[in-house]
Every structure is written in C-alpha cells, then in structure tokens.
C-alpha cells in the first residue's frame, strides 16, 4: 500500500435502466370442451393488458405500474422488481379464436378457449 | 444494504425472514413444476424509515379472506391459503407462510393492509414504547 494511494471513480451505471420483461407464470388446465389458462399478472390494471390472438399463437402483454419507494423509506428487501409481463402460447388446432373470454381479478388473467363444435359439414358433390 | 432475492436466501439482511422451514420445504415439493431453484413466494418487497416498515407482497389469486397477518412479538407472519381446483374441477388448494423479522415493535391495531390485482400493502407503525427516546444528560455539580 503506498502513500500516495491514487482513488479510482468508477462510473457507476444505474441497474435499472430499463424495465425488464418477464414471462409471468401459468397455469393450462383442460376441461371437456376449452383450455383453461390462467397468468399470474399481479400489479396490473385491467387496461394495461393486451391479448392476442393470431393464427394459433396466443399472446399476452402488460404493462406494470411502477411500485418505488416510498417517500422516505429506504429499501431493506426486494424480491420483485418492476417489471412487465410478456408471454406467448403456441394452441393447438381446434379452438375458435372468435370465442376466447377472459377476466381479470385478484392480480390474476383468467382465459377459456373453447374448442370449436365439430361443424358438420355439407359437402357438395360437384359433378366431375 | 439490499439483497435481491430472486433465487437465494441472502445470508444476513437487516430485515432476516425466518420461513416456516417445514412447511416451505412442503410447498416446494409441490410447485416442482415451476421452480427451478429454491424460491422464496410470495415475494416480498420491504421499506423502513425511522418510524414504519412497509412490505409489499405479490400474491396473485388470492382475496382478502384468503390472506392472514399475524404478529408475534417482532415477527410479522404473513399467510394465505386459497381454492386453486385442476383442469378436471377437483379441488385443491395452494397456500405459503412466510416471517418476517421486523427490526422494532408494532402495533398490531396499527396495520394497516391494502390488496389491489394481487399486490398486497402493509403498513407497520412502529409501537410508541419502542421509539427511541432522548435522554436528558444532567451535570453533576
């Protein structure tokens, strides 16, 4: 250790310097007709969702309000940060896109997709 | 000091949580699916200032009946216990205990709780016999 010991500044960059994206949390249960799927959105206003649904890829986003610290307080744990919430599902054939319902309550999306009714068909037979 | 605990127990914090050992042994072996590393749930955000603790839990799903807050002494039991039925309507439940050591005395009458999509808010005032005091210093003459 020398006298004249020479003090380095590191620069210092901030962690957060953007919003991490997580893939929240699911559930998928099957019932008779329609899959049950259920995302762990805590945090999030029922608006801040957005749900698509494309060809057979269903995808959720939100977008989370930002918890701080409160004025005054100083942080002593954190286990979850601010986030927002990002996750896509690959479904499998047969489920109507137009009747997809789901609900927001309680930090969590529910979803049901039903199964489309097997549709009988009348099929033409066109002379040859 | 912050410790971020997403997949650790940190060693030492100012604010130490003393799980039910047990019983989260018990909830790991049924989230297997989920988790990938030993994780402490809910997760908990913790705030101090001189006069007041504030936690912040994520607990998704689970109502205000379904939420308990205990305390014992300094520790702050945090607890929720909710129906959670499979895909084929059997019932189930899922639940979590989780301490929490508080660095001062509260007030239990005192708390106050706020839930809102899955977020719970706890407010813990510090109890007034444990706030410090200051001590008149007299010359001795």
Known sequence: ?128 | MVWTNRTLRPLWHPLRDFGSFQHEVEQLFQDLQSLPSRVLRPALNVYTREDEVLVRAEVPGYAQEDLDIALEGRTLRLSGKRNAPDGEGNGGTSSFVRNLQLPFRVVAEEITARLSNGILELRLPRAAEDRPKRIAIESAQ
């Open chain 1, 1 to 128: 250790m020398t006298q004249n010991s020479q003090v380095q500044t590191v620069e210092a960059r901030p962690m957060n310097e953007e919003r991490p994206v997580f893939a929240p949390r699911y559930q998928l249960r099957h019932a008779e007709d329609a899959i049950l799927l259920e995302l762990d959105l805590p945090g999030v206003e029922r608006d801040a969702i957005e749900l698509q649904i494309d060809e057979r890829t269903l995808s959720v986003r939100a977008r989370r309000a930002a918890m701080p610290v409160p004025e005054g307080f100083r942080l002593s744990l954190r286990e979850f940060e601010d986030c927002d919430y990002q996750r896509s599902f690959k479904l499998p054939a047969g489920f109507d896109a137009e009747q997809v319902e789901a609900s927001y309550g309680h930090g969590i999306l529910a979803l049901t997709l039903r199964k489309q009714s097997p549709a009988t068909r009348r099929i033409e037979v066109r002379q040859a």
